[in-house]
């Protein structure tokens, strides 16, 4: 079974970085497309960032887009979001997840019922 373990949240000051880690286990993450998703409180979740399984393409919301940058390392198993300029607005729990079906990450990142395995998120805090 699928398994998923964010890490690297934390409190950040406005215009800075963090690099948040999506650690796999029972697949390989070049064979499911992973999207990156956040929540806030009060909020709905949303899908921020995915990155495709055949050949790593990537796609972004236009809230992040030239801020966040999703990579992968095949050896190690883990998908990485790199965060920079981060603004208050950034605040969220941030989780990623597994969509086995390889259904969307193509012109959006799909809504989280798409997606199938889940994190526990890591909480991302930037004040204002």
């Known amino acids: 079974q699928a398994q998923l373990v964010e890490s690297g949240g934390g409190l950040v000051q406005p215009g800075g970085s963090l690099r948040l880690s999506c650690a796999a286990s029972g697949f390989t993450v070049d064979h499911y497309h992973i999207g990156w998703f956040r929540q806030a409180p009060g909020k709905e979740r949303e899908g921020v960032s995915c990155?495709?399984?055949?050949?790593?393409?990537?796609f972004y919301e236009d809230s992040v887009k030239g801020r966040f940058t999703v990579t992968r390392d095949i050896p190690r198993n883990t998908v990485y979001l790199q965060m920079n300029n981060l603004k208050p607005e950034d605040t969220a729990v941030y989780y990623c997840?597994?969509?086995?079906?390889?259904?969307?990450?193509?012109?959006?990142?799909?809504?989280?019922?798409?997606?199938?395995?889940w994190g526990q998120g890591t909480q991302v805090t930037v004040p204002s």
């Open positions: 997840a597994t969509d086995s079906y390889l259904r969307v990450c193509e012109s959006r990142v799909g809504m989280p019922k798409e997606y199938d395995y």
């Open positions: 990155i495709r399984a055949s050949d790593g393409s990537t």
